[in-house]
């Protein structure tokens, strides 16, 4: 057990103590890890709806006549081919191509954008952008002013309905803002699971009870708060890095297999030569998935992969497919074995245990769009 | 929870039977939830007490398992094989992990009795 004194809580905290959470230190907040069970949890999302705590994710607005200018320069995707009230994945890179953070930007306003960044990256992010910013740009970091909370699950679309009191909902990657009983809210249309979903964020001092609303908002839909534990299972399933496991300064995008959210032809920004290199030269080594075969313990973070008697990489994440009912995981191998079907074995407290390549997402069939 | 009479019980949250017999107690199985796999010792493993002897692996982490006392393991549940979630529905019964043949009764007598473990998990 870890010490909770030092972590950071959530305005949620209590909350997740009175619904029965069990609370573990993630990236230095208390947050819950499950309430009733990782699986339930992963399956009332894949098949209902689940409410996830995500206050611990930064919020950072950049405004200004020439913020699309800077932040393309500071950011992988192109926020020029966002409209107002749409957003997109991106990533954040070194000088080196290697991945700072990866967020989602969306643009609320002509001039106007929101960045909403990994909770364990908040100060190094704002500490990596801060001082790179140009005149006529504004940069402010109001992580602690915001709640928030990604609803998710098939039945997400008739929960934001209720929830809203018949308000359109966004198309996928859009954002809205508006009043839900008196409380300004963005409520942009994506997530981390593979299901459809919103995510929502508001006033710190309005969690509880914006939570309370979901809640009696979902509960026709057979909704369940959820932890990070089913976050993170899901999440696998589909194949969706986490920083700090699948991606690292030392990586890049196109090793990550999120090159599609790269944009080599907008102009220059952070770390483009060494993409434009790897993509005309290509990579050595790709972010890949596996799966287990057979009865075997799930596989876990930097477990070594070996092939043919040797060493070719390690696990980066690991960890059972309450979907599929095996172990998973992504590793980084290179390119000669990441093919689907490629025959791997697994060392699991040092017996090798095989497991097989496999295509991205593993899970399939989910209601993202 | 359930902490039944007739056990003696370690501080890591093992359980052991008068017979040698060895599981994780309802305490153990609560805080692991989702037990996906048991990764037995090999039967004739001989192990000091408070040594790791097995892991058990949650959806979420594996987690060491110790051997409440000395001894030789003289067999393993085949039943978690199929069905590792045993130990979450059954943890003092179907459950069951290991037998231990025992090199030192002492040793089981050092053991907390039910009223000692209920108290230290606050119950």
Known sequence: MSDSADL????????HVRLGGKMIGFGGWDMPVQYTGIMDEHHAVRKALGVFDISHMGQFFAKGADAAAWLNAMLTNNVNKLAVGHG??????????GVIDDLIIYRIADT???????????????????PRVPSGV????????????????????EWFGKFT????APARNGIVQIEVGGVPLFLGRTGYTGEDGFEVFGPAADAVKVLGAVLAAGAEFGIKPCGL????????????????NDLSPERTPIEAGVGFFVDLEK????????LAEQKAAGVKERLTAFKMIGATPPPRSHYAIWKDGAQIGETCSGGLSPSLGCGIGLAYLPVEFAKPGTAIEIDIRGRRFPAQVEKKPLHRGGTAG | MNVPDDLRYAKSHEWLRADGTVGITDHAQHELSDVVFVDLPAVGKVVKAGEVICVVESVKAASDIYAPVSGKVVATNPGLATNPAFVNTDPYGEGWMFKLELAN??????????????AATGE
């Not at chain 1, 991106?90 to 000088?95: A, V």
């Not at chain 1, 106007?112 to 801060?130: G, H, P, S, T, Y």
């Not at chain 1, 009191?165 to 359109?168: A, C, L, P, R, S």
């Not at chain 2, 053991?111 to 473990?117: E, G, I, Q, R, S």
């Open chain 2, 105 to 118: 009764l002492a040793e089981r007598d050092a053991l907390m009795d039910a009223a000692a473990y209920r």
């Open chain 1, 229 to 244: 534990g089913a976050r993170d299972t899901l999440r696998m399933e589909m194949c969706y890095p986490l920083n700090g």
């Open chain 1, 112 to 130: 106007e954008w929101l960045l909403v960044v990994n909770a364990a990256k908040i100060d190094e992010d704002f500490a990596w952008l801060n």
């Open chain 1, 267 to 274: 102009g220059d920004f952070t770390g483009r030569a060494v």
């Open chain 1, 88 to 97: 997109q994945y991106t990533l954040m890179l070194n000088e080196r191509g």
């Open chain 1, 165 to 168: 009191g018949g308000k359109t």
């Open chain 1, 8 to 15: 950071k809580r959530t305005p949620l905290h209590a909350e």
């Open chain 1, 138 to 157: 504004a940069l402010e970091n109001r992580s602690d002013e915001f709640f928030g909370l990604a609803v998710q699950g098939p039945r997400a679309a």
